[in-house]
């Protein structure tokens, strides 16, 4: 919602970004009847800070609801995003842009009733735009009172206009224009009414983060079994029965292996504690037989990679590493 609020804010934002902010302010009125509507349950302070700045923008989310259609373009620039029955004017031109053929039809069956020619056609071309057209022969029949005006005669046929014929073509003709002009019209309101509205749209997208941050903190509590540590103003450092969570994520998704939980006290008697791998305690170790004399150091030189920053190829950090282990070492180095 905040992103949608930025682009608008921008000059950038589109229809579904007016629906981000439909839908966010929508989900922050039910979560904030949620968390205010039991006050035998009140949230914490902090929680119930984030739960006023909510505030329901019901006018707003009406307005918006009512306005966009459920499946949006990504641009204004597109059309199409106005839903039916908010603005009755765009409704009609969208009808004379989508259902020209049907009202020409209509106009034609019209005008065979008034002429009583049953052969009478509706027709158009790019030279003449919309026209009446009847036979030769029946040219005689048309009424003379002036409503069908001569347009043209050719070998076989006559063609006529008429007022309400030329208005509907004009209509037909700007009908796609006007009617994405008036969308864009619509969608500058719209985007007018957002922005005044900024403060709050902002205040209640930055609760919903806050509140989606606990929400989903809680829920990690609950689902890992993890507790509140107690924070005081002691030495004391306890912990009982202490889980590492990624490392008990893996044992669980392997055969659901359990994690062996672990007490730590550093209390202010036990400030160091020695934790050795197991052949450090006299451990056995997996062979037939060992004998393992004393050493002074241990090296290792593990993979290999490159340092081009420092002007190093692999070949040239191997060599400083191995050069490094031969300076250091002694008779009683491993």
């Known amino acids: 919602m905040e992103r949608a609020l930025s682009s608008l804010s921008l000059g950038r934002g589109g229809p579904r970004d007016l629906a981000a902010i439909r839908d966010g302010l929508g989900q922050a009125g039910h979560l904030q009847a949620l968390l205010l509507g039991r006050a035998e349950d009140a949230p914490p302070a902090g929680l119930a800070e984030a739960a006023e700045a909510l505030g329901p923008q019901e006018a707003l989310v009406d307005r918006l609801s009512r306005a966009l259609t459920p499946e949006l373009p990504a641009l204004a620039r597109d059309g199409g995003f106005v839903a039916p029955g908010y603005a009755p004017q765009l409704d009609e031109l969208k009808q004379l842009r989508d259902e020209s053929r049907r009202l020409i039809a209509g106009l034609q069956a019209k005008y065979v009733e008034a002429t009583g020619i049953a052969s009478l056609k509706v027709k158009h071309n790019n030279v003449l735009g919309y026209f009446v057209e009847v036979s030769n022969a029946n040219a005689g029949k048309m009424p ?128 160091l504690w020695l934790v050795t791998g197991p052949n450090m305690i006299g451990s056995f170790v997996p062979a037939a037989r060992a004998v393992i004399g004393t050493v002074d150091r241990l090296f290792s030189r593990v993979g290999a990679a490159d340092d081009l920053a420092r002007g190093r190829s692999t070949f040239m950090v191997e060599m400083v590493e191995a050069a490094a282990i031969l300076n250091q070492a002694t008779p009683r180095s491993l």
């Not at 997208?205 to 806050?210: G, P, V, Y």
Request: charged fraction near 25%.
């Open 144 to 271: 003379e009172d002036g409503a069908f005006r001569h347009r043209q005669t050719l070998a076989s046929a006559v063609r006529y206009t008429t007022v309400e014929l030329g208005e509907l073509e004009q209509k037909i003709l700007q009908a796609a224009d006007r009617a994405l002009a008036l969308e864009l019209e619509i969608f500058n309101r719209l985007v007018e009414e957002v922005l005044a509205c900024a403060g709050a749209v902002a205040a209640a997208a930055q609760a919903l983060a806050e509140l989606d941050v606990a929400a989903g903190l809680a829920q990690l509590a609950v689902e890992a079994r993890w507790t509140r540590p107690q924070v005081e103003d002691s030495e004391a450092f306890r912990i009982e029965a202490g889980r590492h969570p990624v490392v008990e994520a893996a044992l669980a998704a392997e055969a659901g292996a359990r994690f062996v939980a672990n007490d730590c006290d550093l209390s202010p008697t036990r400030r």
